[in-house]
């Protein structure tokens, strides 16, 4: 985009925040507010939602974007519904299976996958799944995707209830008490790479235990999410596995402006480099891929832009 481009763009963004925003003078209108709903600040949505923040207040006029540290996706969906945030990131097992079934929220975007870690210390004899029988795990902060995935897998390998002695801690508190000798294994849902599990795997012998698998029995009872995903000896720099994933999305109140929906989407696309330059996993968006938000409709505004696109 040229600066006459540029200039035109944020004189109508300017008109549109006056239109939305009536009785209050261009000089006097106060910023409008975007709160970003992510996770851990060690896990891949915070670093994703923070650059995300970086250039919409760059780029937008009067708009005043924020992180906000949550449990993750299923609390995330929870308060862009209920209008505590305005965009927020999830994986696709949080949402209901039916196509549209809740109308508060809207997709922006498919971002990246969800890879399911499981963490061991590698001299603690957990080698697989069903080594988890009687151990200390813990499966992932409440309200977070990981534990929706976590209890699915460990329910559909006939580990629920009391196979498994649960904890229900987020990726840094489960990093601290794996450290500690509290818990035997962690699982973490998050994109690659997870700098809370690179982080431990720098400084302790660590196991990731191969999930794979598993990806069809889970398909099986949950269909339409899970696919298998490769974690490299590149990445933690530990046993190549292969593990459970599924999608991510970055989700919007379903009736934000049409306009500021399109350039938030316009932004997310055209920035990726940027985005990537926070997070490898923000780097693999595209908007050919992006445009696949199954079971969530695209919010009217992301739609708009996509058809403009032409990806």
Known sequence: MNARARRATAALLALALAAVLPGCRDDAA??????????????????????????????????????????????????????????GFTQADVL???????????????????????????????????????????????????????????????LGGEGVRWERLGLDDSVAALRAGQIDAFFFSGGLPVRGVAELARDRHVRIVDLGGWTEPLRARHPGVYVSRDVPRSVYGVEPITTVANPNFLIVRADLPEWLVREVTRLLMERREELAAAHPAAGRMSPRSAITTTPLRLHPGAAAWYRAAKP
């Open 96 to 158: 209901p299976a039916a196509p549209g079934a809740d109308p508060s929220v809207a997709a922006v975007a498919r971002v990246y996958d969800d890879l399911l870690h499981l963490v061991t210390n590698a001299a603690g004899g957990i080698r697989t799944l069903a080594d988890l029988r009687g151990r200390r795990v813990s499966v992932g902060a409440p309200g977070s995707g990981t534990e929706i995935t976590a209890s699915r897998l460990l329910d559909v390998a006939r």
């Open 30 to 87: 106060p910023p409008l507010q975007i709160r970003i709903a992510t996770g851990s600040p060690t896990a891949v949505y915070h670093a994703f939602g923070q650059s995300l923040a970086t250039i919409l207040n760059r780029e937008l006029p009067n708009v005043h974007a924020s992180v906000v540290v949550t449990p993750a996706s299923a609390e995330n969906v929870r308060r862009v519904g209920a209008g505590s945030a305005e965009l």
